[in-house]
């Protein structure tokens, strides 16, 4: 019986990266890779010089310190994600009004994290803004998150006769304002797949055709994808800093 248990259970490893890009002159990303625990954060801040990267760095440590500890008991885990969030965006929250910055400004940051249950082999996924999740299954990509942005809204039809919206225009953010929810989702992964964790500097530099290729050619060396995602992005403008986390179950 134990064999035949061994034989359909797998593992994940995963590889990240963070990069400047060509036209900012600081990195307001953080990224973290816990891999004792199945941990994976990606954050991109925002809100001037340093501001964004305190806003995403205070993001990923709390997080990550939140739930490093606890039980991966599927029953509790969307519960303890949904507080971490919580906890996060007050405590961003009450920085920016301790410098006086409210209403709206101020430093925030988006988030996107993945916790693997490996005895349920399933991932809770989640995220606030448009930091994305990709699964990568059988030379096919599908985004699994879904963008808290104007520009999302206007693709869903939400936003009739207005014209087309900036893609960084958040509807939802950790930090500018006193509530936020994450957006979770308890997805069941395969032998085989890919998990792509990015923040909008690749998203917005590199189609998803372009993405998907680079997977395609790759699927043997998951720990090249990140580099490789990042330099596409860059040889496109790189217009913004950007961050890459992929997830290999095998």
């Known amino acids: 019986m134990r064999m035949f248990k061994d034989f359909f259970a797998f593992k994940?490893?995963?590889?990240?990266?963070?990069?400047?890009g060509k036209a900012r002159d600081h990195n307001e990303d953080n990224i973290s890779l816990n891999q004792e625990q199945n941990l994976f954060l990606l954050a991109d801040g925002m809100g001037g010089h340093d501001a964004g990267e305190v806003a995403s760095q205070m993001a990923v440590e709390i997080i990550?310190?939140?739930?490093?500890?606890s039980s991966q008991d599927?029953?509790?885990?969307?519960?303890?994600?949904?507080e971490a969030v919580e906890k996060t965006n007050a405590d961003i929250y009450q920085e920016n009004i301790r410098m006086k910055v409210d209403n709206g400004k101020g430093m925030g940051t988006t988030i996107v994290g993945c916790r693997?249950?490996?005895?349920?082999?399933?991932?809770?996924?989640?995220?606030?803004g448009?930091?994305?999740?990709?699964?990568?299954?059988?030379?096919?990509?599908?985004?699994?998150?879904?963008?808290?942005?104007?520009?999302?809204?206007w693709k869903e039809g939400l936003l009739k006769n207005q014209k087309k919206p900036a893609a960084n225009m958040l509807t939802k953010a950790l930090g500018p304002y006193a509530e936020v929810v994450a957006d979770t989702l308890f997805y069941p992964v395969k032998k085989g797949e890919k998990l792509l964790l990015c923040s909008d500097g690749l998203t917005t530099m590199v189609s998803d055709e372009?993405?998907?290729?680079i997977l395609i050619d790759n699927q043997q060396s998951a720990e090249k994808i990140p580099e490789l995602l990042i330099n596409k992005a860059n040889m496109a403008g790189g217009e913004d800093n950007i961050s890459v986390i992929i997830i290999n179950f095998s």
């Open 12 to 20: 994940c490893t995963a590889f990240g990266q963070t990069d400047i």
């Open 64 to 69: 990550e310190n939140v739930l490093a500890g």
């Open 74 to 82: 599927k029953s509790r885990q969307e519960t303890l994600i949904i």
């Open 116 to 128: 693997y249950l490996e005895k349920e082999k399933q991932a809770i996924i989640f995220n606030v």
């Open 130 to 153: 448009d930091s994305r999740a990709y699964s990568y299954y059988q030379e096919e990509l599908l985004q699994i998150s879904t963008d808290h942005s104007l520009l999302q809204l």
């Open 210 to 213: 372009d993405i998907l290729d």
